[in-house]
């Protein structure tokens, strides 16, 4: 490739990319070259400024025709747009955690890594949702994945910290593996890794035996990505890696690697698998393994929402709550309803500010405590009462109660998977008596804030970072639960419906 | 008319401007609560006087647009929520001023006022909303502001479990709604009351689906007002303060279910099993809660069953196609029923304790509070002249034309025990001596007595809108342009209101035999029959049972599956765990074998689903 070749690519369409390496490289230098005892909070607000560069790029780009580059391997697809402002969005939040987190055996030495760290997560989840090819799409996963293994345990000297990223990796490797194997189904009769030619070539397939085998890499693909959702039956590792890791990481974990995790399962199965034609029916094989989707779907809800019921731990109870959130996003991918994006989207939105909003919470109840136990909220009501006013917020959006964005967000999902023929009532069902399981545990948070009597009575030391995660998070929970059609005008307006995904 | 989307609004604001400017307030806090509720009645009175002369007003505008659905939001004024409007108001503006006197000294007295905001704000927005959506909305925040009010003396743990049974048992209902309302939506495409009611007439619903969603929203409207079986709530629910108890379980957010059915009642008018439900879960309960008031020894455990029983008596009437008879019994119970709770809170004010075999001779002490006290319990026992007495003959005559007959001797019953019971309690806490030595009893203040005296006038006056002496002005207008609401007025044979008002007499007469001229020994019962008497001392043991169901239940459910996540699953990855053991003696302690559990369940739900693959997708 020469140099006007090189140069006739149309680069700016990667330039929130750019500027996230960018950000990364410098803050990677910056810390290097920095004084040992210089305070790192500095980095931390470079690499959020980066963020907020990458979001600002980003809108401007959002009226830009869908185009690829690099042989098609990188798209800015409509699809590509909607899901990395969620993600941006959301890492821009876990970034204001990262600055406020101080540990209390301290970790100065590493918090220059622990925000570039960060930044080359993002990356990797970026690219992932504008690969157009799998390599790409793979490369990008394993930087997310990678950086994320450290980040888990970049408390050093915390034994528990350790122990959460040595079980992340042992259970990504395996997730990978699986991943891979199934990937490598799809090239072996394709011959192809860009998922466009892929699709072109598996839509003219004839041969039943060929069906079946990528009916069997689905499975594989399935069940490998969803490691990165932490739904059945790659989730057990979700609860020890959230309770071990540092509270910005299981907040990113939770909420922007989730995100991540969607992203690649809906690109690489809806462009792969919606092509296929099926061997018994006149539809594509995508809609004959609906019931599979749908039974790890109810799985999930089922194993999230009853063992959160016994936990003691707060951040263990989140990592159930959020298999069990993951579970009940599958169900609008398994119905594949003309609103499945819409509704996966808006519950992203709506999940991503519930939860964050609610992590940076116990950051800052849990922070100075060795432990996370649930008693650390009884009487926060008592100690700060916008604090418990706020949580309040986040657990009734979580719960699903009417007024917050997590009410819209399920109300969507039911509705599209009864608009759909066949409906979907068994899974909804699942989905409604799980949603009244996970009352019981959400309720025993209220509880604790509202009618407990608070251990000691101090006042809770306010920093700037979190509050302003909070209050950005209950804002939006409340504004759109009251008011949903800002954000639906939104998509509608800028996305198109994604129909450019597969063009 | 247009304007009475701003009714909800002024308690919101209250709510708002407590939450924040309530510490610096303090007990001035009553005064932004009283004159912000009193906008909201002020308007609520303006837009039921429009109502009479003007058609049923409806706005709406889209609120969210899901694929080619539209759902919208908007507010409706119509006969049945115009008066629903002005009754909610009125007893929560009482309440509110009743509180200034009752709450006085509460260290979260701000607090107290922002939360009966809320709540006024959730169920005047309930009132409003014109589809079933919207009143989901505000039926789940009503809840909310329920929980948060009988919670309300958190350090007392009584009243946290209290708040936390009601919050779980109005759920267990509410998720019946939730089900109910999506089936509905499936099947006429739409949430609004009208358009349902259209598809429902054209016969595009089956007669199976028009049952089965009237009984789901019916189970909603069970958990809310306290019906069998989910009624055990509202009883422990009397641990809130007892203003709330009046403004709460007894005007609005109880009723609210007897609401619910009312505004879906030609949902329900299109199945009879549906109708047939209603009217044997409301028979059955009004004669089961009044059975269980008749032992009970705590005055708010007294009124709360005997709510509970009138508003078995509501949907009763509503299941015999008595549509007006139901809405005006809630009418009349709301002023009544709000007027005991007051009345019985300055009571417990007077005497610092809720224990009636404690009181007793409080009639000369209390010497507003005891007469008003007396019109309350006249009222609902339905002696003839108030208000009671009309709207419970409205029920009887109801469900006898209905044709009914064995719901209708179980009404007439539970009117005896009705009587009896609330006789009982009026004469153990005002007649003959004082029991203990009860010192410093005094009157209470002005804001308590006012509120009361107001509802004492209503409990008399408001019985006569809609009498068969004086014409059914009340029926006639509330079923004035809509078929489905059944007729305004129901002939019924005159007998019916002279047993009533003998059957009423009776129970009366009963207990001024036993707690007065004592002529009948007071253990007649527990002497006679004692199982009789231990079974509804326990309240027929409904909460020990689902004690022993329901949290035996989930336990065993959750400790099943802690036995499979950690028996049966790591059992039978054991021999694998077994083998990658002995093979990574040297891999560190951190990995204990738990790592190789989550690998391997991953493994084993991935080899699963591949084997019913291969089962099932054609290759084998």
Same mark, same amino acid.
């Given at each position: 490739?020469?140099?006007?070749?090189?140069?006739?690519?149309?680069?700016?369409?990667?330039?929130?990319?750019?500027?996230?390496?960018?950000?990364?490289?410098?803050?990677?230098?910056?810390?290097?070259?920095?004084?040992?005892?210089?305070?790192?909070?500095?980095?931390?607000?470079?690499?959020?400024?980066?963020?907020?560069?990458?979001?600002?790029?980003?809108?401007?780009?959002?009226?830009?025709?869908?185009?690829?580059?690099?042989?098609?391997?990188?798209?800015?697809?409509?699809?590509?747009?909607?899901?990395?402002?969620?993600?941006?969005?959301?890492?821009?939040?876990?970034?204001?955690?990262?600055?406020?987190?101080?540990?209390?055996?301290?970790?100065?030495?590493?918090?220059?890594?622990?925000?570039?760290?960060?930044?080359?997560?993002?990356?990797?989840?970026?690219?992932?949702?504008?690969?157009?090819?799998?390599?790409?799409?793979?490369?990008?996963?394993?930087?997310?994945?990678?950086?994320?293994?450290?980040?888990?345990?970049?408390?050093?000297?915390?034994?528990?910290?350790?122990?959460?990223?040595?079980?992340?990796?042992?259970?990504?490797?395996?997730?990978?593996?699986?991943?891979?194997?199934?990937?490598?189904?799809?090239?072996?009769?394709?011959?192809?890794?860009?998922?466009?030619?892929?699709?072109?070539?598996?839509?003219?397939?004839?041969?039943?035996?060929?069906?079946?085998?990528?009916?069997?890499?689905?499975?594989?693909?399935?069940?490998?990505?969803?490691?990165?959702?932490?739904?059945?039956?790659?989730?057990?590792?979700?609860?020890?890696?959230?309770?071990?890791?540092?509270?910005?990481?299981?907040?990113?974990?939770?909420?922007?690697?989730?995100?991540?995790?969607?992203?690649?399962?809906?690109?690489?199965?809806?462009?792969?698998?919606?092509?296929?034609?099926?061997?018994?029916?006149?539809?594509?094989?995508?809609?004959?393994?609906?019931?599979?989707?749908?039974?790890?779907?109810?799985?999930?809800?089922?194993?999230?929402?009853?063992?959160?019921?016994?936990?003691?731990?707060?951040?263990?109870?989140?990592?159930?709550?959020?298999?069990?959130?993951?579970?009940?996003?599958?169900?609008?991918?398994?119905?594949?309803?003309?609103?499945?994006?819409?509704?996966?989207?808006?519950?992203?939105?709506?999940?991503?500010?519930?939860?964050?909003?609610?992590?940076?919470?116990?950051?800052?109840?849990?922070?100075?405590?060795?432990?996370?136990?649930?008693?650390?909220?009884?009487?926060?009501?008592?100690?700060?009462?916008?604090?418990?006013?706020?949580?309040?917020?986040?657990?009734?959006?979580?719960?699903?109660?009417?007024?917050?964005?997590?009410?819209?967000?399920?109300?969507?999902?039911?509705?599209?998977?009864?608009?759909?023929?066949?409906?979907?009532?068994?899974?909804?069902?699942?989905?409604?008596?799980?949603?009244?399981?996970?009352?019981?545990?959400?309720?025993?948070?209220?509880?604790?804030?509202?009618?407990?009597?608070?251990?000691?009575?101090?006042?809770?030391?306010?920093?700037?970072?979190?509050?302003?995660?909070?209050?950005?998070?209950?804002?939006?929970?409340?504004?759109?639960?009251?008011?949903?059609?800002?954000?639906?005008?939104?998509?509608?307006?800028?996305?198109?419906?994604?129909?450019?995904?597969?063009? | 008319?247009?304007?009475?989307?701003?009714?909800?609004?002024?308690?919101?604001?209250?709510?708002?401007?407590?939450?924040?400017?309530?510490?610096?307030?303090?007990?001035?806090?009553?005064?932004?609560?009283?004159?912000?509720?009193?906008?909201?009645?002020?308007?609520?009175?303006?837009?039921?006087?429009?109502?009479?002369?003007?058609?049923?007003?409806?706005?709406?505008?889209?609120?969210?647009?899901?694929?080619?659905?539209?759902?919208?939001?908007?507010?409706?004024?119509?006969?049945?929520?115009?008066?629903?409007?002005?009754?909610?108001?009125?007893?929560?503006?009482?309440?509110?001023?009743?509180?200034?006197?009752?709450?006085?000294?509460?260290?979260?007295?701000?607090?107290?006022?922002?939360?009966?905001?809320?709540?006024?704000?959730?169920?005047?927005?309930?009132?409003?909303?014109?589809?079933?959506?919207?009143?989901?909305?505000?039926?789940?925040?009503?809840?909310?502001?329920?929980?948060?009010?009988?919670?309300?003396?958190?350090?007392?743990?009584?009243?946290?479990?209290?708040?936390?049974?009601?919050?779980?048992?109005?759920?267990?209902?509410?998720?019946?709604?939730?089900?109910?309302?999506?089936?509905?939506?499936?099947?006429?495409?739409?949430?609004?009351?009208?358009?349902?009611?259209?598809?429902?007439?054209?016969?595009?619903?089956?007669?199976?689906?028009?049952?089965?969603?009237?009984?789901?929203?019916?189970?909603?409207?069970?958990?809310?007002?306290?019906?069998?079986?989910?009624?055990?709530?509202?009883?422990?629910?009397?641990?809130?303060?007892?203003?709330?108890?009046?403004?709460?379980?007894?005007?609005?957010?109880?009723?609210?279910?007897?609401?619910?059915?009312?505004?879906?009642?030609?949902?329900?008018?299109?199945?009879?099993?549906?109708?047939?439900?209603?009217?044997?879960?409301?028979?059955?309960?009004?004669?089961?809660?009044?059975?269980?008031?008749?032992?009970?020894?705590?005055?708010?455990?007294?009124?709360?069953?005997?709510?509970?029983?009138?508003?078995?008596?509501?949907?009763?009437?509503?299941?015999?196609?008595?549509?007006?008879?139901?809405?005006?019994? !809630?009418?009349?119970?709301?002023? $009544?029923? @709000?007027? =005991? +709770? #007051?009345?019985?809170?300055?009571? /417990?004010?007077? &005497?610092?304790?809720?224990?009636?075999?404690?009181?007793?001779? !409080?009639?000369?002490?209390?010497? $507003?509070? @005891?007469? =008003? +006290? #007396?019109?309350?319990?006249?009222? /609902?026992?339905? &002696?003839?002249?108030?208000?009671?007495?009309?709207?419970?003959?409205?029920?009887?005559?109801?469900?006898?034309?209905?044709?009914?007959?064995?719901?209708?001797?179980?009404?007439?019953?539970?009117?005896?025990?009705?009587?009896?019971?609330?006789?009982?309690?009026?004469?153990?806490?005002?007649?003959?001596?004082?029991?203990?030595?009860?010192?410093?009893?005094?009157?209470?203040?002005?804001?308590?007595?006012?509120?009361?005296?107001?509802?004492?006038?209503?409990?008399?006056?408001?019985?006569?809108?809609?009498?068969?002496?004086?014409?059914?002005?009340?029926?006639?207008?509330?079923?004035?342009?809509?078929?489905?609401?059944?007729?305004?007025?129901?002939?019924?044979?005159?007998?019916?209101?002279?047993?009533?008002?003998?059957?009423?007499?009776?129970?009366?007469?009963?207990?001024?035999?036993?707690?007065?001229?004592?002529?009948?020994?007071?253990?007649?019962?527990?002497?006679?029959?004692?199982?009789?008497?231990?079974?509804?001392?326990?309240?027929?043991?409904?909460?020990?049972?689902?004690?022993?169901?329901?949290?035996?239940?989930?336990?065993?459910?959750?400790?099943?599956?802690?036995?499979?996540?950690?028996?049966?699953?790591?059992?039978?990855?054991?021999?694998?765990?077994?083998?990658?053991?002995?093979?990574?003696?040297?891999?560190?302690?951190?990995?204990?074998?738990?790592?190789?559990?989550?690998?391997?369940?991953?493994?084993?739900?991935?080899?699963?689903?591949?084997?019913?693959?291969?089962?099932?997708?054609?290759?084998?």
């Amino acid at each position: 490739m020469d140099l006007d070749k090189l140069l006739s690519f149309q680069w700016g369409m990667m330039t929130p990319e750019f500027l996230i390496l960018g950000t990364a490289t410098i803050l990677a230098v910056l810390d290097l070259f920095m004084p040992k005892k210089m305070n790192r909070n500095i980095l931390g607000f470079f690499g959020l400024a980066g963020i907020v560069a990458a979001i600002v790029s980003l809108t401007l780009l959002l009226g830009q025709d869908t185009a690829s580059i690099l042989h098609d391997t990188f798209r800015l697809d409509s699809f590509a747009k909607a899901f990395k402002l969620l993600l941006l969005g959301g890492a821009a939040l876990v970034m204001l955690l990262a600055i406020d987190y101080k540990p209390k055996e301290g970790m100065e030495e590493y918090r220059g890594e622990f925000f570039y760290l960060f930044m080359t997560a993002l990356l990797g989840a970026m690219m992932m949702s504008s690969s157009g090819d799998l390599i790409t799409l793979f490369v990008g996963l394993e930087l997310l994945s990678i950086s994320s293994y450290i980040l888990a345990g970049i408390r050093k000297k915390n034994t528990r910290s350790n122990e959460s990223a040595m079980k992340y990796v042992i259970n990504g490797g395996i997730s990978t593996a699986i991943t891979l194997f199934g990937m490598s189904y799809v090239y072996g009769i394709t011959g192809t890794t860009n998922l466009r030619e892929m699709a072109g070539l598996l839509s003219q397939i004839d041969n039943p035996q060929h069906v079946y085998i990528l009916g069997l890499a689905f499975l594989m693909i399935f069940v490998g990505l969803s490691f990165k959702l932490a739904s059945a039956p790659f989730h057990m590792w979700a609860p020890d890696v959230y309770e071990g890791a540092p509270t910005p990481v299981t907040a990113f974990l939770s909420v922007v690697s989730k995100t991540a995790g969607f992203v690649i399962m809906m690109r690489v199965i809806l462009s792969v698998f919606a092509a296929v034609p099926s061997n018994d029916s006149d539809l594509p094989l995508l809609f004959s393994m609906q019931d599979y989707i749908g039974f790890l779907a109810g799985a999930t809800m089922i194993i999230g929402n009853v063992i959160a019921l016994r936990q003691r731990s707060i951040k263990r109870l989140f990592a159930y709550s959020s298999i069990a959130h993951a579970g009940y996003i599958l169900v609008a991918f398994s119905a594949m309803s003309v609103v499945m994006f819409d509704s996966i989207w808006f519950y992203l939105l709506a999940y991503l500010f519930m939860n964050l909003g609610a992590f940076a919470i116990i950051q800052l109840m849990t922070m100075k405590e060795g432990t996370e136990d649930i008693s650390h909220f009884a009487g926060l009501y008592r100690r700060s009462p916008l604090l418990a006013g706020a949580m309040a917020i986040f657990i009734l959006s979580l719960a699903g109660i009417p007024g917050t964005a997590g009410f819209i967000g399920k109300l969507d999902i039911f509705l599209g998977a009864l608009m759909v023929d066949p409906a979907h009532y068994v899974l909804v069902s699942i989905m409604i008596a799980t949603t009244v399981v996970s009352y019981f545990y959400y309720f025993g948070i209220l509880t604790q804030m509202f009618f407990r009597p608070a251990a000691h009575h101090e006042k809770i030391a306010l920093q700037p970072g979190t509050v302003i995660t909070v209050i950005i998070c209950a804002a939006a929970t409340v504004v759109f639960g009251i008011m949903p059609q800002l954000a639906f005008d939104f998509f509608n307006s800028n996305f198109n419906q994604f129909i450019d995904f597969l063009q | 008319m247009e304007n009475a989307w701003l009714i909800p609004l002024f308690p919101l604001l209250s709510f708002l401007v407590l939450l924040i400017a309530g510490r610096r307030l303090r007990e001035a806090s009553a005064y932004a609560g009283i004159l912000l509720t009193l906008a909201s009645l002020a308007m609520s009175v303006y837009m039921l006087a429009e109502r009479f002369t003007k058609p049923t007003f409806k706005s709406e505008s889209v609120w969210l647009t899901i694929g080619d659905l539209k759902l919208t939001a908007g507010f409706e004024v119509n006969q049945l929520n115009a008066l629903m409007l002005v009754i909610v108001s009125l007893v929560s503006f009482l309440v509110h001023i009743y509180s200034r006197g009752y709450m006085h000294g509460d260290e979260r007295f701000p607090v107290f006022y922002a939360y009966l905001g809320l709540f006024t704000f959730a169920m005047l927005g309930l009132v409003l909303s014109p589809n079933l959506l919207q009143t989901y909305i505000f039926w789940e925040l009503v809840g909310l502001g329920s929980f948060l009010l009988i919670g309300f003396y958190f350090y007392k743990e009584s009243a946290k479990h209290a708040a936390q049974k009601a919050f779980i048992m109005t759920r267990i209902g509410d998720v019946g709604l939730l089900i109910g309302m999506i089936l509905l939506f499936w099947q006429t495409g739409s949430f609004e009351y009208d358009e349902i009611f259209a598809s429902v007439k054209e016969g595009a619903v089956s007669e199976t689906m028009i049952t089965l969603t009237a009984i789901l929203i019916f189970i909603g409207a069970v958990g809310k007002s306290g019906q069998f079986p989910l009624h055990t709530w509202l009883p422990d629910a009397m641990e809130g303060p007892t203003p709330v108890s009046a403004l709460i379980h007894a005007a609005t957010m109880v009723a609210a279910g007897v609401y619910l059915v009312a505004a879906t009642f030609p949902l329900f008018a299109a199945s009879e099993t549906a109708l047939m439900t209603v009217s044997v879960i409301g028979a059955f309960t009004a004669i089961f809660a009044a059975s269980i008031g008749i032992v009970q020894k705590d005055i708010k455990r007294v009124l709360a069953y005997s709510t509970v029983s009138q508003l078995g008596y509501m949907m009763l009437a509503l299941g015999s196609a008595g549509y007006v008879a139901g809405v005006f019994h !809630l009418m009349t119970h709301a002023f $009544f029923k @709000a007027l =005991l +709770f #007051l009345a019985a809170g300055s009571v /417990i004010h007077a &005497v610092h304790t809720q224990d009636i075999e404690k009181m007793g001779g !409080l009639w000369k002490k209390l010497r $507003f509070t @005891a007469p =008003l +006290f #007396l019109i309350g319990t006249l009222a /609902i026992s339905g &002696v003839p002249l108030f208000s009671g007495f009309f709207s419970k003959d409205e029920i009887l005559v109801a469900a006898w034309v209905h044709g009914n007959k064995a719901l209708f001797w179980l009404a007439v019953t539970a009117a005896f025990f009705t009587a009896f019971y609330m006789f009982r309690l009026f004469f153990m806490v005002f007649a003959g001596e004082a029991r203990t030595h009860m010192k410093n009893v005094h009157e209470s203040p002005g804001s308590m007595i006012f509120p009361m005296a107001v509802l004492g006038v209503l409990a008399i006056a408001s019985g006569y809108i809609n009498t068969p002496w004086f014409g059914t002005f009340l029926g006639d207008w509330l079923v004035e342009g809509n078929s489905a609401l059944g007729h305004g007025h129901v002939e019924g044979p005159a007998w019916i209101m002279i047993v009533a008002t003998l059957v009423s007499l009776s129970g009366i007469l009963l207990a001024y035999l036993i707690y007065v001229k004592r002529s009948i020994s007071r253990d007649w019962l527990i002497s006679r029959a004692p199982l009789t008497y231990n079974v509804l001392r326990n309240k027929y043991y409904i909460d020990e049972f689902y004690g022993m169901t329901f949290v035996y239940g989930a336990k065993a459910v959750s400790l099943f599956l802690r036995f499979i996540e950690t028996f049966l699953v790591e059992g039978l990855v054991k021999t694998v765990t077994v083998f990658v053991q002995t093979l990574g003696k040297t891999g560190s302690k951190i990995q204990s074998g738990q790592v190789q559990t989550y690998g391997a369940i991953a493994f084993v739900g991935l080899a699963v689903l591949m084997v019913i693959f291969a089962l099932t997708g054609g290759y084998l």
